[in-house]
Each structure stands twice: as C-alpha cells, then as structure tokens.
C-alpha cells in the first residue's frame, strides 16, 4: 500500500510541487523535469525488480525485504527535505524518487513470494488477494489524500509516508521470520548489467517518444529515440542468449517453459498497461473535461477526479478477495479469462460514452472493469507462484512485478502516443474556430500552435494551459480573456480532439485484453506440488522399466 501510494500521489500533486519550486511544468525547458518526476519511480522499479528477486533467493527474502523498508523511508525523509528551487530543486526531487523506488522495488520484488512461502495452497489465493487489496487502496489513497495535502502544504505529500515507512521498518523487522529456502550460487553481474542497461534505454526511448522534437508534436523520430529504442532491444536479446548460457543465471530461462508463468506473466504485463492506461485516461477525461464543465474549478479537479473514480479501485478490492478465495477453490484459468474478457468489453464499451456523459453509466462501467481487474489479478499471481519451485520464488515475484511495472510505463507511451497523434491532427483548427468566436483572432497564431502535449498535461495535471501563451501586453477586451481564461472554454475545445482520439485508445486497449484472455486459454495451471509427484511418479516408473530390461537380460 505505501509503495502504491506514492505511484499515484505524485501524479495528483504535481502543480502544487512545482509551483513550490518555482517551475512551470509545461514550459518546454520544464516539461522534461515533469516526465521524469513521474516516470523516474516506476522506471526504477522496472529495471530492479528482477536483480531483486534473484538476489532474494540468495540472501533471504526478509532480509531484503526489511531494507526495502528502510531505503523507501530515507528516500520519502529526502523528499520532505528538498532544499533547492528551480532546476536544481527539479533535479533532487527525481534523485529523492530515485531512492525512494530502490527501497520500493524490494518491497514489491518479495511481496508475492513471501505469502507463497507462508501460506498453503488452499490459503494462498486469498492470501494474495488482500495483498492485492493493499496495492489498489494504495492507488486510491494517493489520489485523494494527494489532492487534499496538496492543497495546504506541497512537502506533507512526501511527509506522509515517512511514519508509514519507519512503522513498516520496525514491524517487519520484528514480525517477519526468515523462511525461504537460500540458493547458494553466484551473482550474475553481467546478466544484471546487460538487463539494467536495456530496460533502461528502452524505457527512456519511450519516455522521450512522447516529448516534442522540433516541429514535430512527438519525438518518435528524434534520433537519440531511435537509437536509444534500438540499443535497448539489442541489449535485452543479449541478455536472453546470456542468461541461457551460464550456470547460474539472473533469470532462469527455463522458467518460462512453465507456461503458466510464461503466460502468466505476458497477460500481466498486458493487463497492467490497460489498468494504468485507463487510469491516465480517465485522469485526462475528468480534469479536463468533465469536471470544468460540470462547474469545478481546475485548482480542485485532480481532488475530485481521484473520487470520481473510487468505484474503480474500490471494486478491484472487493472483488480481488472474492476472486482470491475462488480461485483457491476451483482454480485460476477460467477466472483469469472471464476477467480479462469482462475488462476488455467494458473497455469497449466505455468508447461509446459522450463527453459529458451521466455519472451513472461510467460508474456502472469502472465497477465492470474494476470486477474484470480483480478477477484476473489475484488468481494469475497465485497460480503463477504456485507453479514455481520454492528456491526460485524470489525470481519469479520479480519476474511478475516487473512485467506489471513495465506495463505501466508502456502504457504511458503507447497510450499518449495514439492521444497525441489524434489530438495533433484535430485540435489546431478547434483553437482556431474557438479563437475567432470569441473575437481573439490576434492569438490565433500564438495559442493554435500550443503543441498537444501542453494540451494534454495541462489537462492532466489540472491546469489550463491557455493563459500561458497569451503574450504580455497584449490589447484584448476584459469580457474575452475572461471567457479565454474561464473555466470551461478551454474544456469545451479540447473536448471534441481528445473524445475522438480516446476512441482509438479504448479500442486499442479492449483489443489488446480480448486477446490476453484468448492465449490464457492455453494456461495449464498446475501447482508445483503436483510437479513433484509427477516427477516422482516418472522416476520410479523409469526405474522399474530399467530393472525389467536388466532381469531381461540376465535371462
């Protein structure tokens, strides 16, 4: 929860954060500094959260486990502290969430494979079920508690989690026991080197991708994009054929002839993305649309947005324990499907509501989703680590949060890649008309060419971006600035380009889910006790065969 908290909070605090140190997030010199503030926390985790695990089976889970909670709390300490302002003040706060995701990642890396070592099979579903609870509170918490810190002192949203971070230290300290099996071997620093690298250069590719170059509204063909997709995609396939190579490899390649973990973990990383994607975009529809016309001021919409979609989360909550102790039941496979098909269809669905769309429908639709989530959730994370062997636990909790978290920020790029290429195309003539009616034609020039990605964050972030490209001293009539700076103008324009475009991204996503839930079809979930017999079982027919041919033989 605590690691969950602060994915979210930041997201919803950010206007007060930079206007604390002095930024304005969407001025292009700033805008990278905005990226990073919100992308730095989940790249890390990304990159660690394989080393982690591995390093878990050789150290001990616990162990690891507890200094997670010690870095986490130092980092949130550093946060609180931030002693500079402007670029500077920038930079420490992305190093402070640098340090604050190292101790998260070895929160989340052990998380899943120290309730599989202490909890039986039929226990374990419901088991990772609550932890699953935790997680989605976390996400709500952060929205709303975000939205209200930030409104009386920017620095109490990093306050709040150091009492968190130095109770969880002291109780897991005291509480947890040590008992994982140790896996005595060396550490792989290649395969480390060759992971981190690639992950990395992947995942700042995409974070750039998003970032205008030049005249173009994206960054897609910006050359260090290229190249840095390009690097990273090498380097992990080096890491494939690397790690397949040595004796005692990071990730055990052969894992993955599991094909519940593999499958597993595919279908992770695709519904991740499609959570998280949907959670930016219903972001962007609420404080950007929806909320300003429906008469909310933007300096409260990220407050209210984070309400507004309480139904979500609270749902994945409540239906992840009953999804927990279904599955501990009957099994995975069929739930794991059902979801991923219940959250694709009200994806769909969620494509045909309009702009100014009655709250009703879109609460019926987050519940769905949020049923969807949960309903794959929480079974796919225990079949998966039930099918692994203990000693390798560490390595594939890492394996499955690392996909999740890489979801994540996938979703960020490919999701406001299609947004921004929609917008981009739409969005410059809206300004226009919207412009000359309001009698502003001298601003045509100037606010038509606003790149979509101000657009698009301003949005996010609660803020409208107009009032930034309106030049000093320009002679314009009260009545008009006031209505160009007003509260729902600004809403009304984007409206139509972004509904257009958000169309596409719905049916992405729902297209992307369907098909997770028809390859989890081919899942074969079967616990790693059953493996055992199994093996078992061969080995002494195998040995009987061979005393029949050797008696044979003496005949």
Request: aromatic letters at 12%; proline letters at 5%.
């Amino acid at each position: 929860m605590v690691a969950t908290i602060n994915t979210s909070i930041i997201i919803v605090a950010l206007p007060p954060i930079f206007r604390g140190i002095h930024l304005n997030p969407l001025l292009p010199d700033s805008f990278p500094y905005l990226l990073w503030v919100i992308m730095s926390y989940m790249i890390v985790v990304s990159v660690l959260l394989l080393t982690i695990g591995k390093l878990s089976d050789i150290f001990g889970r616990v162990r690891l486990f507890n200094l997670g909670f010690l870095i986490f709390t130092l980092g949130s300490i550093l946060l609180y502290l931030t002693p500079n302002t402007g670029d500077i003040g920038a930079l420490e706060l992305i190093l402070f969430r640098i340090i604050q995701a190292v101790g998260g990642s070895f929160i989340m890396a052990n998380s899943f494979a120290l309730i599989t070592d202490n909890f039986k099979e039929s226990e374990r579903g419901f088991a990772i079920s609550i932890n699953s609870l935790a997680s989605v509170s976390g996400v709500s918490i952060g929205i709303v508690v975000g939205g209200v810190l930030s409104v009386i002192y920017w620095r109490d949203i990093f306050l709040l989690s150091v009492p968190l971070g130095i109770f969880g230290t002291a109780w897991s300290y005291l509480k947890l026991k040590e008992t994982s099996p140790r896996k005595k071997q060396k550490i792989d620093v290649m395969g480390n080197v060759l992971m981190a690298a690639g992950l990395i250069s992947l995942l700042i590719g995409v974070t750039y991708g998003i970032t205008p170059y030049k005249q173009s509204p994206m960054g897609w063909t910006n050359p260090m994009v290229i190249l840095a997709l390009i690097i990273g995609t090498l380097l992990i396939v080096f890491f494939i054929l690397w790690e397949g190579r040595i004796e005692s490899p990071m990730l055990n390649i052969h894992l993955f002839r599991n094909r519940t973990l593999a499958i597993g973990s595919f279908t992770a990383f695709i519904s991740a993305m499609g959570m998280m994607g949907l959670l930016y975009m219903l972001t962007l529809l609420f404080q950007g649309v929806w909320l300003p016309l429906h008469g909310y001021s933007f300096s409260i919409t990220p407050l209210w947005a984070g309400i507004y979609m309480l139904p979500l989360t609270v749902s994945m909550g409540i239906f992840g324990i009953i999804a927990g102790r279904l599955a501990d039941r009957s099994g995975a496979k069929w739930l794991v499907i059902f979801g991923l098909l219940l959250s694709g269809v009200s994806l769909f669905i969620l494509s045909f509501l309009s702009y100014n769309f009655l709250y009703y429908k879109m609460m019926i639709l987050l519940i769905l989703f949020g049923l969807g989530y949960a309903f794959f959730n929480s079974p796919n994370i225990a079949s998966v680590m039930s099918t692994v062997p203990p000693q390798e636990r560490g390595s594939a909790s890492g394996t499955l949060n690392n996909m999740r978290n890489t979801g994540y920020v996938a979703s960020m790029g490919i999701f406001f890649s299609i947004l921004i290429a929609g917008i981009s195309t739409t969005l410059p003539s809206a300004i226009t008309s919207a412009i000359n009616s309001a009698g502003a034609s001298s601003l045509d020039k100037t606010v038509s060419n606003m790149p979509p990605t101000v657009a698009i964050f301003g949005s996010f972030l609660g803020i409208n971006p107009i009032p930034s490209f309106i030049p000093n001293g320009i002679n314009l009539p009260a009545s008009t600035i006031s209505i160009i700076e007003g509260n729902t103008w600004f809403s009304e324009v984007f409206s139509g380009p972004f509904m257009s475009s958000l169309d596409v991204v719905l049916f992405f996503a729902s297209g992307i889910t369907i098909i997770a839930a028809l390859i989890s079809i081919l899942r074969k979930d079967r616990r790693y006790e059953d493996s055992l017999e199994t093996i078992a079982r061969t080995k002494k027919e195998s040995e009987n065969n061979s005393n029949k041919l050797d008696n044979h033989g003496k005949l």
